[in-house]
């Protein structure tokens, strides 16, 4: 089962994995990353790059090396936009051809409650009013998690587009119960396609445990 896909358009390709094979090497230029790493770290890593090079020979692009860029972001090859994401019992990758896609973001967390103190951190008295009422609606869902996880698509999916950073502060993040998300930036956007984006809008799952969250931001 591949719950990345249900979130994101055909256009993209997913690839995850539930667990880290230590057989799969790294290519030389991937290996700094992690060279004085812990052996989780080093695992989670791996694999997540090993779901992306999957990914990429899925899409039909050269299965290259995904090297760590500027702020720790994944280097696509050329023509090829992405995002990785890992967490405690999954890992995972989505890539698109950026004549269809101008960037995307994806993000898996575990789906419980954020740590004390954390959400107060990422969020606003406003989106945590709109939690409060949601958890109301639907109290399955660790509304907290799914809106820490929603905020990091938003950053994967605009620091590519920008190269700058957008603190947690800088969007104001409405979930739906309908498996939707809205960001509204507080800041100005990226141009795209000659059009200011000042709002991205993505999707949301749970799923045997985690909440994944992903944005495609298609031309």
Same mark, same amino acid.
């Given at each position: 089962?591949?719950?990345?896909?249900?979130?994101?358009?055909?256009?993209?390709?997913?690839?995850?994995?539930?667990?880290?094979?230590?057989? +799969?090497?790294?290519?030389?230029? =991937? %290996?700094? #990353? &992690?060279?004085? @790493?812990? *052996?989780?770290? $080093?695992?989670?890593?791996?694999?997540?790059?090993?779901?992306?090079?999957?990914?990429?020979?899925?899409?039909?692009?050269?299965?290259?090396?995904?090297?760590?860029?500027?702020?720790?972001?994944?280097?696509?090859?050329?023509?090829?936009?992405?995002?990785?994401?890992?967490?405690?019992?999954?890992?995972?990758?989505?890539?698109?051809?950026?004549?269809?896609?101008?960037?995307?973001?994806?993000?898996?967390?575990?789906?419980?409650?954020?740590?004390?103190?954390?959400? +107060?951190?990422?969020?606003?008295? =406003? %989106?945590? #009013? &709109?939690?409060? @009422?949601? *958890?109301?609606? $639907?109290?399955?869902?660790?509304?907290?998690?799914?809106?820490?996880?929603?905020?990091?698509?938003?950053?994967?999916?605009?620091?590519?587009?920008?190269?700058?950073?957008?603190?947690?502060?800088?969007?104001?993040?409405?979930?739906?119960?309908?498996?939707?998300?809205?960001?509204?930036?507080?800041?100005?956007?990226?141009?795209?396609?000659?059009?200011?984006?000042?709002?991205?809008?993505?999707?949301?799952?749970?799923?045997?445990?985690?909440?994944?969250?992903?944005?495609?931001?298609?031309?």
């Amino acid at each position: 089962m591949n719950p990345l896909a249900g979130v994101l358009p055909a256009s993209v390709v997913t690839v995850v994995r539930f667990d880290d094979d230590a057989a +799969e090497p790294l290519h030389p230029d =991937e %290996e700094p #990353a &992690v060279a004085q @790493a812990v *052996a989780t770290r $080093r695992a989670e890593f791996t694999t997540g790059r090993a779901c992306a090079r999957a990914a990429l020979a899925g899409l039909g692009a050269p299965a290259a090396s995904v090297p760590v860029g500027e702020k720790r972001s994944p280097v696509w090859p050329d023509g090829v936009v992405g995002s990785i994401t890992h967490t405690k019992g999954f890992r995972g990758a989505a890539v698109a051809w950026s004549a269809a896609v101008r960037s995307v973001g994806v993000d898996a967390e575990q789906h419980d409650v954020l740590p004390e103190g954390v959400l +107060e951190a990422v969020s606003s008295p =406003e %989106e945590r #009013a &709109v939690l409060a @009422a949601l *958890a109301a609606q $639907r109290p399955d869902v660790h509304w907290d998690r799914l809106l820490f996880s929603a905020k990091e698509s938003v950053y994967k999916t605009w620091f590519p587009l920008t190269g700058r950073w957008l603190g947690f502060e800088e969007a104001v993040l409405t979930p739906g119960a309908d498996g939707t998300f809205h960001a509204r930036l507080l800041v100005p956007g990226p141009v795209v396609d000659g059009t200011e984006r000042t709002a991205f809008t993505g999707r949301w799952t749970v799923s045997d445990g985690f909440v994944l969250t992903a944005i495609a931001l298609e031309a």
